[in-house]
Nanobody, 130 residues
Framework: QVKLVESGGGSVQAAGSLRLSCTAS????????VAWFRHAPGKEREGVAA???????????TYADSVKGRFTISQDYAENIVYLEMNDLKPEDTAMYLC????????????????????WGKGTQVTVSS
């Protein structure tokens, strides 16, 4: 079992920034994939960014086109924390942001598909006003 806890959400004005954190505990493996998704009312869950790592030699990130150049996913591997730095926020970024984890590697083409992930946090709300 893996437990995920998200934090860092809040309310900001357009063009502002937030940094979200996803902290994992429990049975994580050295090779793992962690992704941020968002879910806005009336919309489907959308994969935002993912980071895949083997903990030693390889770390790969991938992003949705809608956030490329504005969002950055990173990790503190030793502390089991994955961050999502969000800059130049727009009202359309308003959503509940959740992180998911899979104990194993995902290729980039799969990493933003929610059905690839086994465990989820409860989310943190991000609201961007114009």
């Amino acid at each position: 079992q893996v437990k995920l806890v998200e934090s860092g959400g809040g309310s900001v004005q357009a063009a502002g920034s937030l940094r979200l954190s996803c902290t994992a505990s429990g049975s994580t493996t050295r090779t793992r994939s962690v992704a941020w998704f968002r879910h806005a009312p009336g919309k489907e869950r959308e994969g935002v960014a993912a980071i895949m790592t083997n903990g030693v030699t390889s770390t790969i990130t991938t992003y949705a086109d809608s956030v490329k150049g504005r969002f950055t996913i990173s990790q503190d591997y030793a502390e089991n924390i994955v961050y999502l730095e969000m800059n130049d926020l727009k009202p359309e970024d308003t959503a509940m942001y959740l992180c998911g984890i899979r104990n194993g590697w995902l290729i980039s083409d799969e990493a933003l598909e929610s059905n690839r992930y086994n465990y989820w946090g409860k989310g943190t709300q991000v609201t961007v006003s114009s």
